[in-house]
């Protein structure tokens, strides 16, 4: 079965800190990859999809970047964290156009 | 470019049915999905409508119409587990693109 994993769970970081979140998806091949952003009370909002490896779309210019360095993995980076970068931070995969299945997320508290 | 609109809140009866509505303006159009999200959770996948008309599962269906983009989520027998979030999705010739969600609570 297809699985998704993403770590850690929540993160607090100071102000200008770098960020690594890490995404790993099991049981399926050449997936389509997603990293999302939710803000408290506000929407989902897409911030990189990958359709192969070291293939990165970026939906919002920010100060954050996405790679893909193998086939069922997605790093999520940025240098210096804002304040603004706090967030419930969600990874997904698809196979194609079909839905799309998320991980539990990473809760990011910026200070 | 693309909008989607559905209502902010809604509340309902435990055991009653009730109806969230979507509305969705899109360049293309290649599916709509409905997606359940409890709070402090990750969403999770409910239904897919591609072709005009109602999709049935369970408890749950989902209606479309493509000529006038729009599409509604029907929950029956409520319960109380149902509280949450229910984001309407629609893919067009972009990536999938999530409305703000409807808080659905559920009430004695």
């Known amino acids: 079965s297809q699985t998704i994993h993403q770590w850690p769970a929540t993160l607090v970081q100071p102000v200008g800190s770098p960020l690594s979140l890490e995404c790993t998806v099991e049981g399926t091949s050449n997936p389509n990859l997603y990293w999302y952003r939710q803000a408290a009370g506000r929407g989902l909002q897409l911030l990189f999809y990958?359709?192969?490896?070291?293939?990165i779309s970026s939906e919002v210019p920010q100060n954050l970047s996405a790679s893909r360095p193998q086939d069922r993995q997605f790093i999520l980076s940025s240098k210096k964290l804002l304040l603004s970068d706090s967030g419930f931070y969600l990874c997904?995969?698809?196979?194609?156009?079909?839905?799309?299945?998320f991980g539990p997320g990473t809760r990011l508290t910026v200070t | 470019g693309q909008n989607i609109d559905q209502p902010t809140e809604m509340t309902a009866t435990e055991g009653a049915i009730v109806q969230i509505n979507c509305t969705y303006q899109?360049?293309?159009?290649?599916?709509l999905f409905w997606y359940q999200q409890h709070a402090g959770e990750a969403p999770t996948f409910l239904s897919y409508n591609v072709l005009d008309g109602l999709e049935e599962k369970g408890r749950f269906s989902s209606f479309l119409s493509r000529s006038k983009g729009y599409s509604y989520l029907l929950l029956k027998e409520l319960q109380m587990k149902d509280s949450a979030s229910y984001l309407c999705a629609v893919k067009g010739n972009t990536p999938l693109v999530f409305g703000k969600g409807t808080r659905l609570s559920v009430i004695a």
């Open positions: 899109t360049s293309g159009f290649n599916g």
């Open positions: 997904a995969f698809a196979q194609g156009s079909y839905e799309q299945y």
């Open positions: 990958s359709v192969g490896i070291g293939q």
